[in-house]
């Protein structure tokens, strides 16, 4: 799905600032290696071909990162409003296949939650998908929370997808003169930097103490978990005696956060998972249209869970905290 075609072209400037700049070799690198806007934005045909053709149910549609959550709340609330009715449509016009994740203004947390409550109410919307960070805010800044409060009240789970990190950042972490801008733009967004930023945002959602306020909140994390749970125990032992929390790190994430593979397939990967946050917290998800993996069936042939243990990760889980139908 993608907010853009709903705009004016004044609009449509302001949605394109919100954007990170970035050089001309990674924007042609971008341009020839994602999905095409066609691809993006189709609900009824290519995306239909490739859930049949994988034997896929149901998927969860949400806004990238050209959506206008981040945009000054003058436009972003009524441009929301109009993306999440789009996508509503989108569901109610195939509900057999579809659920849907809203988008919130977020730079207007009060309107944010009026918007998640109308989405989830009156236009069945399944949850939220937060991007990035707002502003260089990570959400667990308590200007944000009564997204978080109301997400909880609606018992529906938050999303958070990676996005775009600090120029700076990738500067200090990722470039060098020895490689392409390319190169370093793929180390600091899907290779490895903005998986990085998005788990520092759970870990940081997790020390808040945002859990101990709303011990109903539940977050989705996508890539296995953008890094963190390999560092579950190292956490504990570094973190709890300071925290000043009601119960450990890990039990926070073990209890409150949702991990899926995001369409990468690997069964190591999914033991290891398995084995840190037990079968009741994984979800099966590819990231289509990003990603399109030929195995996206036969991965689920190939695992060693139990038959219990696969029903959930393959649609239990997503159908209890999405409330699907």
Known sequence: MNPLKLLK???KALVKKAMPNVSKEMLHYMQTTLPTPEIMQDVTNQRIAFMDKYEIDQQILSYGNSSPQNLDPKVAVKLCQEANDELAKAVQDNPTRFGGLAVLPVSDPTAAATELKRAVNELHLNGVLL??????KFFDDPFFF?????ASQLDVPVYFHPSFIPTSVTQHYFANDNWSDVVTGILSSAGYGWHMDVGIQVMRMIVSGIFDKL???KLVSGHWGELV???L???DDEVNAYAGLKKSFSDYYRNNVYVTPSG???????????AEMGPEHLI?????PYKQPENARTFLDNTDLTPDQLEAFTHGNAERIFHLN
């Not at 991007?131 to 260089?136: A, E, I, L, S």
């Not at 009564?146 to 109301?150: D, K, L, N, S, Y």
């Not at 099966?284 to 289509?288: E, K, L, V």
């Open 131 to 136: 991007k990035g960070n707002y502003q260089g």
């Open 229 to 231: 749970p390999m560092f």
């Open 146 to 150: 009564p997204i978080f409060e109301a």
């Open 284 to 288: 099966y998800s590819i990231d289509y």
């Open 9 to 11: 072209p004044s609009t």
């Open 233 to 235: 125990e190292r956490l």
């Open 264 to 274: 990468i397939l690997s069964k190591p990967q999914l033991n290891f998972l398995l």
């Open 215 to 217: 011990p109903n909140l």
